[in-house]
């Protein structure tokens, strides 16, 4: 059998999500019912749709929603996977092949990475500063990006740190993308988590050689759908349409036509709404938490997402300390080491305040035991 990396994060989490009180090992917010944003007219639509094959590369009415998100987009620039974990393999097994070097951001969602590792590509890292608000460290990000790498891979914003950059940084990833002739893979499905409310600028439109990805999972609270997407170039497109369809042929129908109502102007409005109160309130409950815990714990600053990736000062690696806390106080959470930096561990706060504080206290309980 050949080499292989398992996806550690998303495995940890399959293993345990279900069997623990409490799970603050995801990524997203409380996801919303089907239910609660279906108008009567939409749920009689859902229940009497045949259960052929959709479009393949995605009903036109969502690609044309879709590409309406993005400067100077056409539907046939738009390519709708199931959920953005498929359009980044997509991406990767399209852009990359063995010997080939990439470059990515650590701490950082390691999809992308694993597989290409799992390719026979060489990944490098470049790290980002927690002491100073997860500040690109540049010079290690020039040395990585010379001659001969193939891509350079970044999260805006950034999972797990919530840090948006800023657009001069984005204008220096891209041009050290083209002075070595880079494909630049954007994964964006963090857009419209920001807590100031100010939308993250897109790499759409920024360079050639580039691939967004995006999703309903993260700013929608739809993760259940497995509706997400690419946009690219209409050649890079029909590249990545050819492997989906060996993949998957198409996502389901149901989670097209929920997709496709999601994305009307003014339901997408009221489900970012709604998540951008749970995670605001999450995050402050997250900061009153914090400030109660005697130095035990302490954070960055964060910009984005429901995701608080909390530093603990006990002198032990992150999943042994999240071993304890699920054995002990029921309570999963995700392994920093699991996401490229010891020392932290990703918490969701975006639930319920009253869901959130007694999971954080029962957290505090097991660290401050093992200090």
């Given at each position: 059998?050949?080499?292989?990396?398992?996806?550690?994060?998303e495995h940890y989490q399959s293993l345990f999500e279900h069997s623990v009180d409490i799970n603050l090992a995801d990524s997203s917010v409380k996801c919303a019912d089907v239910g609660s944003w279906l108008e009567?007219?939409?749920?009689?639509?859902?229940?009497?749709?045949?259960?052929?094959?959709?479009?393949?590369?995605?009903?036109?009415?969502?690609?044309?929603?879709?590409?309406?998100?993005?400067?100077?987009?056409?539907?046939?620039?738009?390519?709708?996977?199931?959920?953005?974990?498929?359009?980044?393999?997509?991406?990767?097994?399209?852009?990359?092949?063995?010997?080939?070097?990439?470059?990515?951001?650590?701490?950082?969602?390691?999809?992308?990475?694993?597989?290409?590792?799992?390719?026979?590509?060489?990944?490098?890292?470049?790290?980002?500063?927690?002491?100073?608000?997860?500040?690109?460290?540049?010079?290690?990000?020039?040395?990585?990006?010379?001659?001969?790498?193939?891509?350079?891979?970044?999260?805006?914003?950034?999972?797990?740190?919530?840090?948006?950059?800023?657009?001069?940084?984005?204008?220096?990833?891209?041009?050290?993308?083209?002075?070595?002739?880079?494909?630049?893979?954007?994964?964006?499905?963090?857009?419209?988590?920001?807590l100031d409310g100010e939308p993250t600028p897109s790499f759409r439109g920024m360079y050639d050689k580039l691939i967004v990805t995006n999703s309903l999972s993260k700013a929608y609270g739809l993760a259940g759908?497995?509706?997400?997407?690419?946009?690219?170039?209409?050649?890079?497109?029909?590249?990545?349409?050819?492997?989906?369809?060996?993949?998957?042929?198409?996502?389901?129908?149901?989670?097209?036509?929920?997709?496709?109502?999601?994305?009307?102007?003014?339901?997408?409005?009221?489900?970012?709404?709604?998540?951008?109160?749970?995670?605001?309130?999450?995050?402050?409950?997250?900061?009153?938490?914090?400030?109660?815990?005697?130095?035990?714990?302490?954070?960055?600053?964060?910009?984005?997402?429901?995701?608080?990736?909390?530093?603990?000062?006990?002198?032990?690696?992150?999943?042994?300390?999240?071993?304890?806390?699920?054995?002990?106080?029921?309570?999963?959470?995700?392994?920093?080491?699991?996401?490229?930096?010891?020392?932290?561990?990703?918490?969701?706060?975006?639930?319920?305040?009253?869901?959130?504080?007694?999971?954080?206290?029962?957290?505090?309980?097991?660290?401050?035991?093992?200090?």
């Open positions: 059998m050949p080499r292989f990396h398992p996806f550690e994060l009567p007219g939409e749920r009689e639509r859902l229940l009497e749709l045949g259960l052929f094959y959709p479009e393949v590369n995605g009903l036109h009415s969502m690609r044309e929603k879709i590409a309406a998100l993005y400067d100077d987009t056409s539907p046939d620039e738009v390519l709708v996977t199931t959920g953005a974990a498929q359009a980044n393999y997509l991406v990767a097994s399209t852009v990359l092949e063995a010997g080939h070097r990439v470059v990515w951001f650590s701490p950082g969602y390691r999809q992308l990475p694993g597989i290409a590792e799992n390719l026979g590509c060489e990944v490098r890292d470049v790290p980002l500063d927690p002491d100073a608000d997860w500040a690109i460290d540049w010079n290690a990000f020039d040395a990585q990006v010379t001659r001969g790498v193939r891509m350079v891979a970044v999260v805006n914003p950034n999972n797990p740190t919530g840090r948006i950059l800023e657009r001069e940084e984005m204008e220096r990833i891209v041009a050290a993308c083209e002075r070595v002739g880079a494909w630049l893979h954007a994964d964006e499905v963090y857009h419209g988590t920001e759908l497995r509706i997400g997407w690419a946009v690219a170039a209409p050649d890079v497109i029909q590249d990545l349409w050819r492997r989906h369809e060996y993949q998957v042929i198409a996502a389901a129908a149901p989670s097209m036509l929920l997709g496709d109502i999601a994305l009307g102007a003014d339901r997408r409005r009221r489900l970012i709404d709604r998540q951008r109160e749970l995670t605001r309130a999450g995050h402050d409950v997250l900061t009153e938490w914090l400030a109660d815990q005697d130095g035990l714990f302490s954070i960055a600053r964060r910009q984005a997402t429901s995701i608080g990736f909390v530093r603990y000062h006990v002198d032990a690696p992150s999943l042994d300390v999240a071993e304890r806390i699920r054995k002990e106080a029921s309570v999963l959470t995700a392994p920093g080491g699991f996401l490229g930096t010891e020392g932290h561990l990703r918490i969701t706060v975006g639930y319920e305040p009253e869901r959130i504080r007694p999971a954080l206290d029962r957290i505090a309980r097991v660290v401050r035991g093992m200090a």
